[in-house]
Each structure stands twice: as C-alpha cells, then as structure tokens.
C-alpha cells in the first residue's frame, strides 16, 4: 500500500525549531515534486515549500528565511526545517508526494502548535 509517513511534530515556544520528516513507503518508489502544506483550524490548506527532484524550492512568502525544505532522493524522504517559529506557523502539516506516473499521495498530517 503507497503511503507517506510524517514525523517531527509537536508544542515548541515561540522562536523554537522543529524539524518535520516525511517518507514515501510501498510503490512510491519514484517521486518527482515533493512539499509540505499546512492547514490551520478553520482556514483553506495553503503550501508552505515545494521541492522538486533536482532540488529546486520555493516558499510561501510567510516562510522564506525561517523554514528550509530539503530531500533525499535515494530514501524518498523530505524535510522540513523550521526555526524562528511563530504562533501564527500553528497548523496541522501535510506532506504530499508526486509522482512520474501524475498521481499524487498525501500523509495523515502532523500538528504543530507553536504556543508559550
């Protein structure tokens, strides 16, 4: 069964880090783009960083300077660093694959509360 599989979330204060992981595990053995969205309560799912096999990035503009998105192609995982954290950075994080083949897979989401 293809799924992704995130880990990494939790409470941090404000200014903390956290580091979000996230794996591709089955058949989703060849992905092309891979990234992060966010969801927070009551609000539209928006992207936070995208990246693509090559390792080109881009970020919403809410997160450029304090989160980085990284990847390793060999283990089908991507990364999201996140430092500099801000109450308003609070949401539930999900990671989504693409793959050659047009499909696209999704993992269950992981909260972060970014609160003192």
């Known amino acids: 069964q293809e799924q992704l599989v995130e880990s990494g979330g939790g409470l941090v204060q404000p200014g903390g880090s956290l580091r979000l992981s996230c794996g591709a595990s089955?058949?989703?053995?060849?992905?092309?783009?891979m990234g992060w969205y966010r969801q927070a309560p009551g609000k539209q799912r928006d992207l936070v960083a995208h990246i693509t096999s090559r390792g080109t990035t881009n970020y919403a503009d809410s997160v450029k300077g304090r989160f980085t998105i990284s990847r390793d192609n060999a283990k089908n995982m991507v990364y999201l660093q996140m430092s500099s954290l801000k109450p308003e950075d609070t949401a539930v994080y999900y990671c989504?694959?693409?793959?050659?083949?047009?499909?696209?897979?999704w993992g269950q989401g992981t909260q972060v509360t970014v609160s003192s």
């Open positions: 989504y694959a693409n793959t050659y083949g047009g499909s696209t897979y």
């Open positions: 089955g058949s989703i053995w060849s992905t092309s783009a």
